[in-house]
């Protein structure tokens, strides 16, 4: 298995425990793929929760400008609903994984 595939099976494991879900692999995979090198980079591949800045950008880079959605206060709704869920306990959010919740949110897998 390659190293990325280890990452998609983590990622799954992280969904379903956290969010009690189970992965569309398809999905999954297709987000991973989409963000690139940044998955082995230690921190471009985690988000930090309580930083504003950082989700400012999950919502421009990602929701705007990657899903194609319209700015509003229900972006942030969304990114604050995703993080709760993952747990403010939790220090290691995976981007790959608040992507695809986000995704799957706003029923946006067919940009994949």
Known sequence: MSKRDDLIEKYAADIKDKFGETADMDLLTKVTVGLGPS????????????DEKELETVKNNYLIKKLGLSDGPQLMDAIKSVMDKYGSANRNKHRAVVYYMLCKHFNKASVY
């Open 39 to 50: 998955i082995y980079n230690l921190d471009a591949s985690k988000v930090s929760g309580g």
